[in-house]
């Protein structure tokens, strides 16, 4: 009896020890994400305008991601405030939380202490998880909710409770409501409990109860997709014809390997083998049969974003980082410890500048043409800056720009005037600071904003901002030039956008709206 409580009270110390060196990577990847975001060098990122524009807006869907995000911010802007740090907080709590949960991952597959911390260490060194965790962005929140999944499936692999398939429903369900790609780890996990014997819960009713609930958390979704033609089915097989960069097998695997910090690659790899060949690994082997599947999905597909399976590789990291102590135990290697744990960390120095803005724009464009690492994530669209961090320059050149040309106007005139911008996220960033800048109304033609201007009036004084001068001058009678908007290290689309005064409409919006539908 004395034995056995002290071999609890041992246990129980070693959890308390492991939760609080977890609690700590945790908090410092908070630090590491929000301290960059008081850097005035850089201002909102480009989506970040639209999100807040949703927010104020809530719906059950948009065209471009379901309503669980918006509701989120909307709830952030009212107790925050709508400062970057303000809207950033939450996005850098999930990627906190999803450090947590992936040293938990290694906890549940056996590692100690050592494996639990390089799990959290290598998955906040992921480029995704640095890039997504800065912004503001669905991305964040989609990577907690699949890891989330993950960690309850292995739970339940675990303790062979099936009742837990209505928690996997739920956190499927949230993940579907903030993001449809959700609906790729599922698919994913499907296929690899195909491959083992686990196979067995596609015959238990708890299984299909859990799909039940994330079917009933998505339906709100579901019905005003119907009841508004299936926008986001349009929007997905446009970015997949119009905005993806074409992306070969052999480079999909190089972004795969560079987006997840090339310092991981053999702890992620070492878990994908432990997934599949290992024999205490033989119970959670359906986890590599899945990460094959997904990996297979963006193969064929050949244009998905590097991102796209991001959320798959905490889970790899944690067999991975398991896998790697079992070894050093094994050998006696204690060098070893140190060795991967300061690789880990020589990555995350190596990519944070590329990742967040830390460094002068000036100095970070410099470093990513040295080190060559300045993808391209759309098509048409570059910048000496990696495009997460190029998309949060000139916006305050715009407003001033267009407020300018706005004030120009005689004053029966600015009464009239409306402004169509060319990005949901120029429309946003001119809704966000009209009353600073004293700016009218605008309207826009861009995912959601074409919903809501559907029924807008016919503009009788019309500011365009990157509009073709030809098709204005079949629009109006009068179309006169006023300025170019001149950019620096914001996106190429944007660099120089010419501002045009369109007066004397010759139609009516209502009935040329729809041939302006841009869902993209």
Excluded at 95 to 110: C, D, M, N, Y
Excluded at 252 to 260: C, E, G, K, S, T
Excluded at 352 to 357: E, M, Q, T, V
Excluded at 392 to 409: G, I, N
Aim: charged letters at 15%; a positive charge.
């Amino acid at each position: 009896m004395e034995g056995s409580r002290s071999s609890n009270q041992c246990s129980l110390l070693s959890r308390r020890r492991d939760s609080i060196v977890l609690s700590g990577l945790s908090s410092l990847t908070f630090l590491i994400l929000m301290i960059p975001n008081f850097n005035r060098a850089y201002g909102y990122f480009i989506d970040e305008f639209y999100y807040l524009a949703c927010a104020r807006r809530l719906a059950f869907g948009y065209v471009d991601h379901p309503p669980l995000v918006p509701l989120l911010l909307r709830i952030s802007s009212w107790l925050l405030g709508t400062s970057i740090p303000a809207i950033r907080f939450l996005p850098a709590v999930a990627v906190s939380a999803t450090v947590f949960l992936a040293g938990l991952l290694a906890r549940r597959l056996g590692g100690g202490t050592y494996a639990q911390a390089l799990a959290a260490l290598a998955t906040m060194s992921s480029s995704v998880v640095l890039i997504m965790g800065g912004l503001f962005t669905v991305n964040a929140f989609e990577i907690l909710w699949w890891v989330s999944a993950v960690y309850v499936l292995l739970r339940i692999l675990q303790t062979e409770d099936s009742k837990r398939w209505l928690v996997f429903g739920v956190v499927a369900g949230i993940g579907l409501e903030t993001k449809h790609t959700m609906a790729l780890l599922g698919v994913g996990l499907l296929i690899g409990l195909l491959f083992v014997p686990a196979r067995r819960y596609l015959l238990d009713k708890w299984f299909w109860l859990g799909g039940l609930v994330a079917f009933c958390l998505i339906l709100p979704n579901l019905l005003w997709q119907l009841a508004n033609g299936w926008p986001s089915l349009d929007f997905y097989h446009n970015a997949e014809l119009y905005k993806n960069v074409p992306t070969p097998p052999l480079r999909a695997i190089v972004n795969q390997i560079l987006f997840n910090n090339p310092a991981t690659l053999a702890i992620w790899f070492a878990g994908l083998c432990f997934y599949l060949f290992a024999e205490n690994g033989r119970r959670y082997r359906l986890f590599g049969w899945a990460y094959l599947a997904l990996l297979a999905i963006m193969l064929v597909a050949q244009s998905s974003r590097p991102d796209r399976i991001g959320g798959a590789y905490p889970m790899l990291l944690a067999a991975g980082a398991v896998w790697w102590e079992s070894l050093i135990r094994r050998w006696n290697w204690s060098w070893l410890k140190p060795t991967l744990a300061s690789l880990v960390i020589l990555g995350i120095l190596a990519l944070a500048p590329l990742c967040l803005p830390i460094l002068p724009p000036e100095v970070t464009a410099r470093y990513g043409q040295i080190v060559g690492v300045v993808p391209q994530l759309e098509k048409g669209k570059t910048s000496p800056l990696p495009q997460w961090l190029a998309d949060r320059f000139d916006w305050e050149v715009m407003l001033k720009t267009v407020a300018a040309v706005y004030r120009s106007l005689p004053p029966e005139q600015q009464g009239q005037a409306v402004i169509v911008a060319p990005s949901y996220g120029h429309a946003g960033a001119i809704e966000l600071f009209a009353r600073d800048y004293h700016l009218p109304h605008v309207i826009c033609t861009q995912n959601n904003y074409f919903l809501w201007g559907a029924n807008e009036p016919t503009p009788q004084i019309l500011i365009a901002i990157g509009s073709n001068r030809k098709e204005l001058e079949g629009l109006y009678e009068e179309v006169e030039y006023a300025v170019t908007i001149q950019g620096t290290y914001c996106m190429s689309w944007r660099r120089k956008m010419p501002v045009f005064v369109a007066r004397k409409p010759k139609f009516e919006l209502r009935k040329v709206w729809a041939n302006h539908k841009n869902f993209g």
